[in-house]
């Protein structure tokens, strides 16, 4: 994962360099999980854009294949979670809730979630079946009139709106549905801290310089690396830099950020 020291120290270099003043951990913090979300966001728009560029046959084979590529980035952000019953013990404060319908339940998103990748039924002893994910309320009324179409127990759809929507009710599918999805990017830890290793995905904090009270010493133990692959160190660079105001293509700069984009 990317340093958020390394990414700071370079910045903060780069902005003296270019005369456009002195970068405080307070200012670098106030950018750097907007500037991640950024980076994130772009590379998931890209993995889109090579889906549909394989579809035309203008992607590589294998190793070389640009979906490959990015499908091995986003690998990073894929979760798993079990959606239970509500009253018994809920994983990531996921639970069923009743709904406004009679065959309906619906369910909250977990709080980290990006983008919806699958629903299916967990319990070997009904066998394992994905759920038809439906994103428009119109479909779904369609789908709810039809006599071919309409959910069962053996063919169950979700709609995905502010909450999930899962059909038919809870009391005819498997207590034991299980959602996948990509998370939003967080922060990783630089040191162990409790009981998170270090290295380890920080759920709840944004990636940030924190210092020592009533000094600039670097406090590494509170301190939170960024949540992104080594090698979106330049996207991420240019993207604080912008917003800073650094503009990383002017002549100077462009002879400088090699050197600091390498390590």
């Known amino acids: 994962m990317i340093s958020v020291v390394e990414v700071y120290n370079a910045i903060r270099d780069m902005a003296n360099q270019d005369q456009k003043g002195f970068v405080t951990p307070q200012i670098?913090?106030?950018?750097?999980?907007?500037?991640?979300?950024?980076?994130?966001?772009?590379?998931?728009d890209k993995m889109v854009g090579a889906k549909n560029?394989?579809?035309?046959?203008?992607d590589l084979a294998e190793s070389d294949s640009i979906l490959v590529k990015y499908k091995n980035f986003m690998s990073n952000y894929e979760k798993t979670v079990d959606l239970t019953q509500e009253g018994s013990p809920a994983s990531d404060t996921t639970v069923f809730a009743a709904g406004d319908e009679v065959n309906t339940s619906a369910i909250r998103k977990p709080n980290?979630?990006?983008?919806?990748i699958s629903i299916f039924d967990g319990d070997p002893d009904t066998g394992y079946k994905n759920f038809e994910l439906v994103y428009n309320t119109r479909d779904m009324a369609r789908i709810?009139?039809?006599?071919?179409?309409?959910?069962t127990a053996e063919f169950p759809v979700a709609l995905i709106s502010?909450?999930?929507e899962v059909?038919?009710?809870?009391?005819?599918?498997?207590e034991t549905i299980?959602?996948?999805?990509?998370?939003?990017?967080?922060?990783r830890t630089i040191i162990g801290v409790g009981s998170l290793a270090a290295g380890s995905v920080d759920p709840v904090a944004s990636p940030v310089i924190a210092t020592v009270a009533n000094s600039d010493t670097i406090d590494i133990r509170n301190s939170r690396n960024f949540d992104l692959p080594l090698?979106?160190?330049?996207?991420?660079?240019?993207?604080?830099?912008?917003?800073?105001?650094?503009?990383?293509?002017?002549?100077?700069?462009?002879?400088?950020?090699?050197?600091?984009?390498k390590k």
Do not use: C, H, W
């Open 178 to 187: 299980k959602l996948t999805y990509y998370r939003m990017p967080t922060s």
């Open 162 to 164: 502010n909450n999930i």
């Open 53 to 58: 560029l394989r579809l035309r046959g203008g």
């Open 28 to 44: 670098f913090n106030s950018f750097a999980a907007a500037a991640q979300q950024t980076v994130f966001a772009k590379i998931a």
């Open 231 to 261: 090698d979106m160190f330049p996207d991420l660079m240019e993207e604080i830099a912008g917003m800073i105001g650094v503009n990383l293509r002017d002549a100077f700069l462009v002879k400088a950020a090699p050197k600091v984009v």
């Open 167 to 174: 059909f038919p009710d809870s009391d005819q599918v498997s």
């Open 112 to 116: 980290d979630v990006y983008s919806i």
């Open 144 to 151: 709810l009139r039809s006599n071919l179409s309409a959910p």
